[in-house]
């Protein structure tokens, strides 16, 4: 199907080819705007058409010192004619930026990829700092790649040179030197990232003219100097009819947020302290005050989910958002909310390890965390979310269990999909699901624990309403009153009552869909959260080769969907990858007794597709 | 304001149909009383009352109320009303806190609710003990404290509440003495008319663990002689005007006017607006000076709410109302058309 660049013979003289898909890595320093650089190319990539995913990878230190590996950012794009889940495994094209950049990122790249490094920053004192004994351009270590050498830097410069911004301004530019260079490789139009330019620098006019210069020279250069012999192409892949965006995790998120306000009536009211990766859900709901949001920067994780817990009360849509250790904070408030059985959504957006860990990286391991990591027994709603866009559907999806259960939801992401992009076939709003729910309001027969026959809520009423005064609190309830109570069949009539409210939810979303063979067979293939991309890329790439492999992804991971137990036993064996150390593999074994194979990973980076594929051809010939 | 929803409230309309379980001679009763008091007064219904409270003895108190009310946990108290007073400024949201809750485990919260000026009414219950874990020191507790947990003394130096909520930016600060209750009622109904965060420090007897921490301002022959009531406008006058508070330097001293050591003209006039006499007052302590009671600061600035709530309006105006189409199709669209076609844009039935 896909035709891998490093399948193509390099020709002589300038040739278009065609590829199917194409990964490209852009790396350089933390100052160097790679970011940047890697989000022009996707945006102007999308507009042509292409299928694509994208995967930053930055480092904690906002500006570590200059040159060295610690300070090396990266951004991977992944664009393709087709139908794609991930970023990709390996570039086939790698802008290395300086040597830190090239000796981090060039294990990486796949045999006879294309690399093109910037010269001007190949130095001694470069070298020492990335640790490099000899300079690696003449040492022979980049035979197998074919190697680009441009003096980047140089010929910013040189471009400039009759402009009057100084030194430093000048070789701000040059990664856009690079991106002009590799928009003439892929034959992109530059359009879009000069009017990007023009609205970025409005107010400075000599900086948005002298980017676009640059740009422009770079590809110029590329186009003059027969520097490459080759300009790839990648058509536009086949996508349902509509109108897309690109959209990030994070973002994607927050519009779910906003779409479940206007679709429940309740305004939205967001409590969080800054912690990444989480911090950009605050920053973009903080721009959305047009649509009644309300966000409440606190003065740490307890106070943040205190004020989203008072809000609620109020009669707000509630979301409190953070990351493993900001949720580690909250997790006795998160006890209270499930006690006094008020809505409120509870995003973790998941990164490495324990304690402050690896903050920019990604992983799973939380699952355990948001499930049992409270006193007490509190049982609670977990969602994953499994792309940028699902992001989306998955906080409407929580926003409605909450509202409708009356029960603290958390909602799982990670970093990798926080801050990976994906096109998103934008939705109709009046097919958005309808969240209306009514406040109490009738002070007869009123009792703050009477429930609901069908779903055990409990009724929401808000402060303000007339003859509906009542007490709520952490202490145990007594059914019905909500009067405090320690009487011992009560506690276990309440804790019973929790915990099948929980369970309930399980008759109101969807059944397992299979993708494969639904009437089971030798493997299945069980994932959960971002690791969807990678799992369904393997998945389908050994189905191609006949391997009787199926998949389920889940999405609600408590309660689970009523017919799992039933789904699993169809297959022979079960492969679960995550990226955490087995978390939900326990979950299943203990849950539903199936002999689950867990392949645990915490490398603080998503799975290969070829890493799961290998795995699966082992479980089925091995 | 009073009209006829709100005319015929009366104490017996704020006691809620719970058994109040405090100590018997616990100083929550009075406190409880005279809030219930307070409340029928104000002129607001009886449904926008919420109070709010952590942990602790004090913390009971919602449930002896018959108004909206939360028991949250630990400290969070001021955090949880925050959030309910920025989603609902039109609600009455009151704390009830005591020392440990609100100084120790909550102390971050108190001091950046005081920062932010929420409009919120935050009633400290201070007995200078933690109670209901039965008896050990407090952050309020005097240095030397034997208590469970300091069975040879404790070694940490107390706050001083007055000096920690005017260094957090406070707008309204006052303190009150349980027993003293007409005086208490009046402090009430001046945090009750402050729009922004009222700080209220109540001195309270733990009759159980604590008993007597007060005497110094509650016995009888120290009423008159050892405590300052603070009076805007007034001077600084005590033991029935026989002795006042003046300036020695920068440094406040007793005078006796009795004795001849100063006229009333000599002694300070008590301004609540001014800063530097709120820290004086704050740091007027026994036994050398008297116990200042009532109103310590008391200076008009925006309550939050009141800011936040403007904020969205005016984003309102300048954006109109959000329209949840447009925001999803905002930045760059491109559109897939029926035939496979990409083109830029959106497709022609969107904005």
Request: proline share 9%.
């Given at each position: 199907m896909t035709t891998a660049l490093e399948d193509r013979e390099p020709k002589r003289a300038v040739a278009r080819e065609r590829f199917h898909e194409v990964v490209i890595r852009f790396a350089g320093?933390?100052?160097?705007?790679m970011q940047l650089t890697g989000t022009q190319f996707t945006n102007t990539s999308a507009l042509v058409g292409n299928d694509l995913s994208t995967l930053p990878d930055f480092p904690?230190?906002?500006?570590?010192?200059?040159?060295t590996m610690a300070g090396v950012s990266a951004f991977q794009v992944r664009i393709a004619d087709h139908d794609i889940h991930?970023?990709?495994?390996?570039?086939d094209v790698l802008v290395a930026m300086n040597p830190a950049a090239l000796k981090k990122n060039l294990p990486d790249l796949k045999p006879n990829g294309v690399l093109i490094v910037n010269?001007?920053?190949?130095?001694g004192r470069n070298f020492a700092k990335a640790g490099y004994d000899a300079d690696p351009l003449q040492d022979?270590?980049?035979?197998?790649f074919r190697l680009y050498e441009v003096a980047l830097t140089t010929l910013t410069r040189r471009t400039l040179?009759?402009?009057?911004?100084?030194t430093k301004a000048k070789d701000r530019c040059k990664n856009f030197f690079a991106l002009g260079m590799v928009y003439w490789m892929f034959s992109r139009p530059l359009d879009k990232t000069t009017a990007w330019l023009e609205r970025k620098f409005a107010k400075r006019p000599d900086l948005a003219d002298a980017n676009v210069r640059v740009l422009k020279a770079g590809f110029n250069f590329a186009d003059t100097t027969e520097i490459f012999q080759v300009r790839y192409e990648v058509e536009p892949a086949v996508s349902a009819p509509g109108t897309y965006r690109n959209v990030l995790g994070n973002s994607a998120l927050a519009l779910g947020f906003v779409a479940a306000s206007r679709r429940s009536g309740l305004p939205l009211f967001l409590g969080a302290y800054p912690?990444?990766?989480?911090?950009s859900l605050l920053h973009e709901l903080a721009g959305?005050?047009?649509?009644?949001v309300t966000t409440f920067q606190a003065e740490d994780e307890i106070a943040a989910v205190c004020a989203a817990i008072g809000a609620s009360f109020g009669g707000a849509l509630a979301v409190t958002a953070s990351s493993g250790p900001g949720i580690a904070l909250k997790a006795e408030a998160i006890g209270l909310a499930v006690m006094i059985e008020l809505p409120l959504v509870i995003v973790d957006v998941q990164r490495g390890g324990?304690?402050?860990?690896?903050?920019?990286k990604t992983e799973q391991s939380d699952l355990l965390q948001v499930l049992f990591?409270?006193?007490?027994?509190s049982p609670l709603p977990v969602l994953a979310a499994s792309s940028p866009k699902d992001c989306f559907d998955v906080a409407l999806e929580a926003c409605r269990i909450a509202t409708r259960y009356m029960v603290p939801v958390v909602l799982l992401s990670d970093g990798y999909i926080a801050n990976g992009t994906e096109p998103w076939r934008l939705p109709k709003v009046e097919d958005l699901p309808d969240l209306r729910r009514d406040f109490h309001t009738q002070?007869?027969?009123?009792?703050?624990?009477?429930?609901?026959?069908?779903?055990?809520a409990r009724p929401w009423a808000v402060p303000?309403?007339?003859?509906?005064e009542h007490r709520i609190g952490g202490l145990e309830k007594e059914d019905v009153t909500g009067n405090v109570s320690y009487d011992p069949a009560n506690h276990q009539r309440m804790t019973d009552l929790r915990a099948e409210k929980v369970a309930r939810i399980a008759r109101d979303i969807p059944p397992t869909e299979v993708h494969g063979d639904p009437e089971g067979g030798a493997l299945l293939v069980v994932g959960w959260g971002s690791t969807e991309g990678a799992i369904t890329g393997a998945v389908n790439a050994a189905r191609r080769e006949g391997l009787p492999v199926s998949r389920i992804h889940l999405r609600?991971?408590?309660?689970?969907?009523?017919?799992l137990g039933e789904v699993l036993a169809r297959f022979d064996r079960v492969l679960l990858p995550e990226m955490n150390s087995g978390q939900l593999a326990l979950l299943l074994r203990g849950r539903y007794l199936v002999d689950v194979t867990s392949y645990a990973k915490v490398e603080g980076k998503p799975f290969f597709r070829t890493e799961i594929y290998d795995r699966i051809k082992e479980m089925l010939h091995g | 304001m009073a009209d006829a929803a709100t005319?015929?409230?009366?104490?017996k309309d704020f006691a809620s149909d719970q058994e109040v379980r405090w100590c018997?001679?616990?100083g929550d009763y009075a406190i409880l009383k005279a809030v219930q008091g307070v409340f029928p007064g104000l002129?607001?219904?009886?449904?926008?009352f919420v109070v709010v409270s952590g942990i602790?003895?004090?913390?009971?108190f919602p449930y002896y109320?018959?108004?909206?009310g939360f028991h949250t946990i630990h400290g969070r108290a001021p955090a949880i009303a925050s959030g309910l007073k920025l989603s609902r400024p039109e609600l009455e949201v009151w704390v009830a806190t005591g020392d440990g809750d609100?100084?120790?485990?909550g102390g971050n919260h108190l001091i950046h609710c005081l920062r932010r000026n929420v409009g919120v009414k935050i009633m400290m219950f201070n007995n200078?003990?933690?109670?209901?874990?039965?008896?050990q020191y407090s952050?309020?507790?005097?240095?030397g404290k034997r208590t469970a947990s300091t069975p040879?003394?404790?070694?940490d130096n107390p706050f001083n509440p007055l000096s920690l909520v005017l260094g957090a930016g406070a707008t309204f600060v006052a303190r009150a003495v349980d027993i003293f209750v007409p005086h208490l009622k009046q402090v009430l109904q001046r945090a009750a008319a402050h729009p922004g965060t009222a700080y209220v420090e109540i001195y309270q007897n733990?009759?159980?663990?604590?008993?007597?921490?007060f005497t110094q301002v509650t016995d009888k022959e120290n009423r008159t002689s050892q405590v300052l009531y603070l009076e805007h406008?007034?001077?600084?006058?005590?033991a029935e005007g026989r002795r006042g508070i003046a300036l020695d330097g920068l440094r406040p001293k007793v005078v006796d006017l009795e004795a001849g050591?100063?006229?009333?003209?000599?002694v300070l006039v008590w301004d609540e607006t001014d800063r530097t006499l709120a820290w004086l007052a704050a740091n007027l302590l026994p036994p050398e000076f008297p116990t200042p009671i009532g109103v310590v600061r008391a200076v008009e600035e925006p309550a939050y709410e009141q800011e936040v709530v403007a904020q969205i309006e005016r984003e309102r105006q300048r954006?109109?109302?959000?329209s949840l189409d447009d925001l999803l199709h905002r930045g760059d669209l491109w559109t897939v058309g029926a035939d496979g076609q990409v083109r830029e844009g959106a497709t022609p039935d969107q904005p």
């Open positions: 320093d933390s100052g160097d705007g904690a230190e906002i500006r570590a010192p200059a040159g991930t970023p990709g495994d390996a570039p010269t001007d920053e190949f130095n022979g270590s980049l035979e197998g040179e009759d402009t009057e911004l100084d912690i990444t990766p989480a911090s959305y005050k047009q649509f009644g324990p304690s402050t860990g690896l903050p920019t990591g409270r006193n007490g027994e002070a007869e027969g009123f009792a703050p624990y009477q429930r609901d026959g069908e779903t055990l303000g309403t007339p003859g509906l609600h991971l408590n309660p689970f969907p009523a017919d | 005319a015929e409230l009366t104490l018997p001679g616990c002129g607001i219904p009886k449904e926008r602790g003895c004090s913390s009971r109320m018959n108004t909206f609100a100084m120790s485990i200078r003990i933690y109670g209901l874990t039965k008896g952050p309020t507790s005097e240095r040879v003394g404790s070694l733990c009759n159980i663990f604590n008993d007597g921490a406008g007034e001077p600084m006058l005590f050591e100063a006229t009333v003209d000599d954006l109109g109302d959000g």
